[in-house]
């Protein structure tokens, strides 16, 4: 296996285990399950991070909940056929697991980097309050031929900057996966709660030809 498409997509997630384990899928014989990871932010808030993880890494028979886990792995894309609809599903997918305790979660628990190309125009667009925002579709070679398919999101500077690339620009990114909630219009006054995953990215970098 080409050990530089490992690295263009490398995740470390460290937080609280926030559900139960679910049957996802199985290859090979070896099982794999899906549950969610609480992930503080710098802020006061927290992300909601999906896993997937192989049975042999974890007892998935034992409660973990509120334990501790320290995640590494790619973050990935699938399209599931959910409501009718094709639709990208995102899980982080883990390569190790650990149980740590409580004081190992540090100051930075959320971090990626992708290393990939641009393969949807960027869409840019200010806030009513002025802030940018640059939305970037990124392609990410896995290997057996495979891509996932990581929405990215920028800010301020970056924002601009991202705005002028182009599709098939190769970029790098750094930043962090966010759970964004938000409630879908299904009806004339019906609602359903969804949550959107995302990267959201501090560092950012294009690869000049």
């Not at 991070?49 to 974890?58: D, F, G, K, W």
């Not at 990939?116 to 031929?145: H, M, Q, S, W």
């Not at 891509?147 to 190769?170: L, Q, T």
Request: charged share 25%; with cysteine; net charge negative.
């Amino acid at each position: 296996m080409d050990e530089n498409i490992i690295r263009n997509n490398q995740v470390n997630i460290i937080g609280e285990i926030h559900s139960g384990f679910e049957f996802s899928h199985e290859v090979y014989g070896e099982g794999f399950y899906n549950f969610y990871v609480l992930v503080p932010r710098l802020s006061e808030n927290e992300d909601v991070i999906p896993i997937t993880v192989s049975e042999r890494l974890i007892d998935i028979n034992s409660d973990h909940i509120g334990e501790v886990v320290d995640v590494s792995g790619q973050f990935r894309s699938y399209n599931r056929h959910l409501e009718g609809k094709n639709r990208l599903v995102l899980t982080v997918f883990a390569r190790e697991l650990i149980l740590v305790g409580d004081d190992e979660i540090v100051k930075n628990p959320n971090y990626i980097f992708l290393d990939g190309y641009i393969c949807k125009p960027p869409l840019y667009r200010t806030t009513p309050f002025g802030r940018e925002i640059t939305d970037v579709l990124l392609a990410v070679n896995r290997p057996y031929n495979k891509s996932d398919y990581i929405p990215c999101i920028c800010w301020g500077r970056n924002a601009k900057y991202a705005s002028e690339f182009k599709v098939g620009n190769k970029m790098k990114i750094w930043g962090r996966i966010q759970s964004r909630s938000y409630q879908k219009r299904v009806g004339d006054e019906q609602y359903i709660h969804k949550v959107a995953y995302e990267v959201s990215i501090s560092k950012i970098e294009k690869e000049e030809k």
